[in-house]
């Protein structure tokens, strides 16, 4: 080298060292064998925290400060580096004072003549900054800016995830789709404002309602949705629902004003339901609409039937609609037999539609569209008017004394003024209240304990007797009913026909009996059908028996030879 071109090389070196110690960025340089530091500008120190000659004293040091979950990829990408020559690396650093940076590192391997790698060389940027506002930028796109929930795409990953869990460890998860009912009046009347707020109430409420581990999302407007997973099974929905519903049944206080706002759920469950998120968001909001048109404030799992077209369901509407004018139903009555002394100690009303072109229908093909679409309350209402003016009927002919027994429906019990209706009917009627026994069923009191108590407390104090209807076919349990003031327990008979197939049955309806007793419960048994039936039920003392064994629902006319029959 000449002493000219030595000297143009200091020259170029210096201006060069006094751009590198000026600039914001680290620029340092490590040897391949030994990773001795060689060179490390000013800027090195304002980024890590650390000196200089921290790094020139300590050949670890720069792998030391990087953050403890990025530092074994970092290692790990060192060949990599080495065979291609260079590469840019994100990883954070950990300053003294334990502050996380973020640095983007351009790393190039310098070689000696015989290509064997000599150095490292690199710049690195502080990106902290940018980092954190890409977190901020995800987190935007992930979150509901005005309730801060998940939003549909965090969901979107939500769900996918759940899929994948489901798939390994064989289990289910379920989708609840809430709408808040009537938000658009709210909103509307109220305000945008008062809106938005109630918005931010029903969500801070569904958060508390569910575990840490589960998603609670907003769609969008008023909708919101809960993911719940891992389940077991579908009961586990339960508990959940009613809390939803519970808390929901109180007012909520919005700019000094008491609003008392129900949600309507539908709810979807993997991978019964749908093995896709679309198939179960879709389900669950038909499901959702279910509810609403149910009447709202409740909760409705999705069923196969729900997406069958309206057409003939409409067809049977109309002429539900009509049925009541032109007075095609008929009650028919079936005998509760008391096991002790044999007798019988009152008939359950039962409704048939007497239907112009098919015939003779049985509940179970109108009551469903009935209580959809509340025509249940006007035809609940004229069963237990005719009922009652039966009963009386039999009555005032001398007949042997037996109460009647109507069943209500959830609907009719929450919207029907049951105790108004009640009270009325007797009323018109003359039947006395101790004469009246009403039926319900769990999905009563899964829509409102509280108030269901209140109301059967109501209807006790008249002095009518209430039982629940179809038990063991639900999700009630028995410590469930210890809270209900009722008096009479009726097990289902599907409970009855397994008993006498299962031992477990058997087992488990002894203990129902027995526990129920010990609740001052009276038990009956419905659907019997056989002798067999009839004396596991007698060793078991179950009070009171129901079923084809004894009578088939009879015509009030059959119903009044029986009687006087019994009587003679
Ligand atoms: P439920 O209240 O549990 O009534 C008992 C049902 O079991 C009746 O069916 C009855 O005919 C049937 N059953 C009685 N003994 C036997 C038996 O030994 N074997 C079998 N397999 N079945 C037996 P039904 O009349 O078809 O009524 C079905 C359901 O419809 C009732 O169940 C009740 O939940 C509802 N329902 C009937 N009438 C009314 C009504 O006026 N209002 C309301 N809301 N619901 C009603
Ligand atoms: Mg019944
Ligand atoms: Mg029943």
Redesign the pocket.
Known sequence: MTGKMASVRRVAEKRLGSILETIDNVVWSISADTYETLYLNPAAERVYGRSAINFYEDPQLFLNIVHQEDRQWVTEVLPELIEKGSMTLQYRIVRPDGEIRWLEDRMAVARNAKGEPERFDGVATDITERMEHETQLNYLANHDALTDLPNRNLLDDRILQAIAQAHRGRHKFGLLLLDIDRFKNINDGYGHIFGDELLLTVAAQLHKSVRESDTVARLGGDEFVILLSPLNSHEEIYPVVRRLLNNFSLPFTIQGTELYSTISIGIAVFPADGNDMETLLKNADIAMYRTKEMGRNGFQFFEPDMSVHATERLELENALRRAIEREEFV??Y?PQTNVKSGKITSV?????WQHPKEGLL???RF?KI??ETGL?IP??AW??KT?CTQAKAWQDAGMPSHRVS????AK?FWEGQLVKTVKRVLNETGLSAEDLEL?I?ETVFLRDIDETIRTIHELRAMGIIVSM??FGTGYSSLTYLRQLPIEKL?I??SF??DMTTTTRSSVLLTQIIQLAHAMKLEVVA????TEKEYNFLVENKCDVV????F???LTPDEIGHLLENKQS
Do not use: C, M, W
């Open positions: 009650i028919y079936q359950e009303a039962l409704i048939r049985s509940p179970d009551l009935a209580e249940i035809i609940g069963v237990l009922a109507v069943n209500i429906s009719q039926e069923t209807d179809d009726k289902d008979g009855i026909h419905e659907g019997v059908e129901q079923g084809f064994y009578h088939k629902p």
